[in-house]
């Protein structure tokens, strides 16, 4: 993200429009403090939290610029969860969300397949002294256990490969479960998808898991990815409704969900709920949290 369009982002975001200032100084502190360094910085995120990132790290440093890169979907995350729920972070990547639901009290349970990610991420479980409520797993999820080739140098749109793709970058091969396998006696509360595309093979596996009803919302990212796989996006959109889920976003500053009426998000992600009503009344009553000077 250049200057201009990191300017562009904080000048527009919720939690930073209003306190731009503020904001620049903190990421041209944070530029040149982890440049000049050459290593991991550790900033504030949500609370007494804090996130371990460095240049190139391109969702971690989107939350150091704005509070909450993914505004709408992690806002969520902090207003639904409560301590003691179960949050499952699939395609974790370093950790922005996995210490976000911490920040609840939440339980977590992350799969990251690639190594090196992999590391990031304990290293920030380690840094936010969590690692009796994190749980964090060198794995790829996907509808049967065994092996899968995926790109290893994309930061945080590293993919599942599949054969004959001729990609020239670093690739690595990956240890894969099932989700119901995985989570055998648990009942997350929410889960967050996002794997490029590879939705409907983590789904696929996953059966049981859906059919409980102590899952009770799913942030998933359906950008279109899933075509290099060949899969229907609008299908696994059907699905999910199928399955009770009805397609919503959120607006964090109203702390109001809005029923998308059986559309899909325009921002990349969906939020799917069970009982919206209920969902609503939780939302309401959350704690207020502080994010980069703001209360939310």
């Given at each position: 993200m250049g200057f201009l369009n990191t300017f562009l982002f904080i000048?527009?975001?919720?939690?930073?429009?209003?306190?731009?200032?503020?904001?620049?100084?903190?990421?041209?502190?944070?530029q040149i403090g982890s440049r000049v360094l050459g290593w991991s910085v550790a900033v504030p995120f949500v609370d007494n939290t804090r996130l371990l990132a460095k240049p190139g790290m391109h969702g971690a440093t989107g939350n150091?610029?704005?509070?909450?890169?993914?505004?709408?979907?992690?806002?969520?995350?902090?207003?639904f969860l409560r301590p003691g729920d179960l949050f499952v972070d699939i395609g974790a990547n370093i950790g922005s969300y996995t210490i976000l639901a911490s920040a609840t009290g939440a339980n977590v349970i992350s799969f990251e397949p690639v190594p090196s990610t992999y590391e990031a991420l304990l290293d920030n479980i380690h840094l936010n002294r969590l690692e009796t409520r994190v749980d964090a797993r060198n794995q790829a999820v996907g509808r049967a256990a065994g092996e899968l080739e995926m790109v290893s140098d994309q930061d945080s749109t590293n993919h599942a490969l599949i054969a004959g793709d001729g990609y020239a970058g670093k690739t690595i091969r990956v240890s894969v479960t099932t989700l119901d396998y995985a989570l055998r006696g648990e009942s997350p509360k929410l889960l967050k998808i996002d794997v490029e595309g590879f939705e409907s093979e983590v789904l696929a596996g996953?059966?049981?898991?859906?059919?409980?009803?102590?899952l009770r919302a799913v942030v998933m990212e359906l950008n279109g990815s899933g075509a290099r796989y060949g899969f229907d996006e609008e299908g696994l959109h059907?699905?999910?409704?199928t399955a009770g889920f009805r397609p919503c976003r959120y607006d964090p500053l109203l702390r109001r969900v809005i029923d998308l009426n059986g559309e899909r998000s325009a921002?990349?992600?969906t939020l799917y709920?069970?009982?919206?009503?209920?969902?609503?009344?939780?939302?309401?009553?959350?704690?207020?949290?502080?994010?980069?000077?703001?209360?939310?």
């Open positions: 000048s527009r975001h919720p939690l930073t429009r209003q306190r731009k200032l503020s904001a620049l100084v903190r990421t041209v502190r944070w150091i610029y704005s509070g909450l890169h993914e505004f709408e979907d992690m806002a969520f995350v902090l207003h996953a059966k049981t898991i859906f059919a409980n009803p102590s059907q699905n999910m409704q921002s990349g992600n709920l069970r009982d919206v009503e209920a969902v609503q009344r939780e939302v309401t009553q959350a704690p207020v949290f502080r994010v980069v000077g703001a209360e939310l």
